[in-house]
């Protein structure tokens, strides 16, 4: 009589466990699913009362092509003048650095040359043979006009000092070139000077060093004329087919970034580089006394013909995703995202669009706002 009580009750048991298991794992109210904003760039957006959105037709704008590009100031080499000496020898004094400005003439350095002192010694022996070949014609013409020397011996005297005298041109000559003054004493120091006015863009001695031959020596220095310059920019092989000699150039320092400077390409390189596959364009631009070599610029060229532009107002786009959009009506209270780039800020809270909408088309005139209404 006990079994049957004992497995009526553990069914029972089983029958309630089961049920309070079945009464947990059903919710009380379920949730719908939240709803799902499509950020794609064609995807329509519907909101209430369309008509509170102001729309602004896009105006056209003619503008110029242009390239932004960055470039680097470097001289002009047609304005740069190697300093060197003929002579070699040794540096006992140098006057001046790398990055002085210098004037026309002035002293730049001083060597002692075994060369110079060589070319004066035959100088002096020139002018000493060239004094005894004068006397001796002047002898040779007074016994002549007497009837006492032969013509012959006459026209060889003549001969010696006429030799005589070309020997004295030839080392004055000699010493003029290696830099010393046939008027200044006798010595083996000469006197190195500016043969131009500028800046020494490079310098190559310093005390003590020795100067070689020009044949195997670099210049002493090398002075530049920077009134004007060059800027030298890379541009990539697509964007040389709008690039043109002739075609005008803006350019800004990196140090002075509110200065606009205006140059000129004069050159477009002919070789490109192999691994960044640029090349090289030059800009000459005058130089107000700011630029300094190896400065770095950004360049923008003006091409020479125009593009049509759309220009929109500045409130009508909208950054997103660090992309530009503007929101274009699509008919029935919907309006679509439409991707653009926008080009310069122009004056009067308006913004230039280079791509993504032609001119003419309207646009809602406040994007902000209708993004928020979109997101509420």
């Not at 540096?91 to 060589?118: C, F, I, N, P």
């Not at 541009?235 to 200065?259: C, K, M, N, Q, W």
């Not at 013909?305 to 029935?332: N, S």
């Amino acid at each position: 009589m006990i079994r049957p009580c004992l497995l009526g009750a553990a069914f029972c048991l089983v029958v309630s466990s089961a049920c309070v298991r079945g009464q947990a794992q059903t919710p009380a109210t379920a949730l719908p699913p939240p709803p799902i904003d499509d950020e794609g760039d064609g995807g329509l957006l519907r909101v209430d009362q369309p008509e509170r959105f102001l729309l602004a037709p896009a105006a056209e704008r003619r503008a110029v092509a242009e390239l932004s590009v960055t470039g680097v100031v470097s001289p002009d080499v047609s304005r740069a003048m190697p300093v060197v000496s003929l002579a070699s020898g040794r540096v006992v004094d140098v006057r001046v650095r790398l990055g002085d400005e210098v004037r026309r003439g002035q002293l730049l350095l001083r060597m002692q040359s075994a060369d110079v002192a060589t070319a004066f010694a035959d100088y002096r022996k020139a002018l000493a043979d060239e004094t005894l070949a004068r006397t001796r014609l002047d002898r040779a013409q007074a016994l002549f006009a007497h009837d006492a020397l032969a013509k012959k011996d006459l026209e060889a005297a003549e001969d010696t000092q006429a030799k005589a005298a070309v020997d004295v041109q030839t080392t004055a000559e000699r010493l003029r070139v290696l830099g010393a003054s046939i008027n200044g004493p006798p010595t083996g120091v000469i006197e190195i000077t500016a043969p131009t006015a500028g800046i020494i863009t490079e310098q190559n001695v310093a005390a003590a060093t020795g100067v070689k031959s020009l044949d195997n020596s670099p210049s002493l220095f090398t002075i530049s004329d920077l009134s004007r310059v060059w800027v030298l920019c890379d541009v990539f092989e697509s964007d040389l087919p709008t690039v043109r000699v002739g075609d005008a150039a803006d350019i800004r320092l990196t140090a002075y970034p509110d200065r606009v400077l205006t140059g000129r390409i004069t050159n477009i390189g002919a070789m490109l580089d192999s691994n960044l596959r640029t090349a090289k364009v030059r800009i000459d631009v005058a130089n107000p006394g700011v630029m300094s070599v190896g400065m770095f610029v950004s360049a923008k060229f003006h091409g020479q013909t125009t593009t049509l532009h759309a220009v929109v107002p500045a409130a009508a786009v909208l950054r997103l995703h660090d992309r530009d959009w503007v929101y274009v009506p699509a008919g029935r209270g919907q309006f679509v995202r439409r991707e653009v780039v926008s080009g310069e800020t122009l004056s009067g809270q308006q913004q230039e669009l280079l791509a993504g909408l032609p001119p003419g088309e309207r646009v809602v005139a406040n994007a902000r706002a209708l993004q928020s209404a979109v997101e509420q």
